[in-house]
Nanobody, 124 residues
């Protein structure tokens, strides 16, 4: 009965920043690796960033490395994605995902639980 709810998306201009939030409930949050994926219209779902259960290890897609930061608060049961220097190509629906043991952190099929998504639109 794990539930994930994303928030924080919106419409911004290129170069702006947004922070996405994923609220986790219904399970032991500190036992789940977490990730963010995104999907643009007509495109496959794409890995963005992941974080280990302790928060010690993070991993980013090359396209967002240096601009995005994933973090987690194991007291608040919340995952964040800080997005800086946004580009029009970042436009997508962003999804939060959770799994106790993703064998490949970049594959959407390796995550059991998903949020409903939040729209991020970056204009030029």
């Amino acid at each position: 009965q794990v539930q994930l709810v994303e928030s924080g998306g919106g419409l911004v201009q290129a170069g702006a920043s947004l922070r996405l939030t994923c609220a986790f409930s219904g399970g032991s949050f500190s036992g789940y690796a977490m990730a963010w994926f995104r999907q643009a219209p007509g495109k496959e779902r794409e890995f963005v960033a992941s974080i280990s259960v302790s928060g010690a290890n993070t991993f980013y897609a090359d396209s967002v490395k240096g601009r995005f930061t994933i973090s987690r608060d194991n007291v608040k049961n919340t995952v964040y994605l800080q997005m800086n220097s946004l580009k029009p190509e970042d436009t997508a629906v962003y999804y939060c995902a959770a799994d106790t043991n993703p064998h490949d952190r970049t594959r959407s099929g390796d995550y059991e639980y998903w949020g409903q998504g939040t729209q991020v639109t970056v204009s030029s």
